[in-house]
């Protein structure tokens, strides 16, 4: 009998972020972008974005609360000598 192979979506790279793969944080959202390198752009302009998915959210918080398939969560990496 063949077992189901679970593996995990690739997120793309983005320069500046850490990502996780599967999971999202719900909540929270600063506003959607049209693309997820529009979303970093945004993000990275906005000290309050402190992330972003892979559908273009721009997120307050970046916790991992909500499993979903196929989703990337980005995480910004703060900067030396930001706050």
Do not use: F
């Amino acid at each position: 009998m063949m077992r189901p192979c679970h593996l995990q979506s690739r997120c793309l790279a983005i320069a500046g972020y850490t990502t996780a793969s599967d999971v999202s944080h719900s909540g929270e959202d600063l506003g959607r972008a049209s693309s997820v390198a529009d979303a970093a752009s945004k993000c990275n302009a906005d000290s309050n974005c402190k992330g972003i998915n892979s559908e273009g959210w721009l997120l307050r918080v970046v916790s991992q609360n909500a499993n979903l398939k196929g989703n990337c969560l980005y995480t910004k990496i703060a900067r030396s000598g930001s706050v």
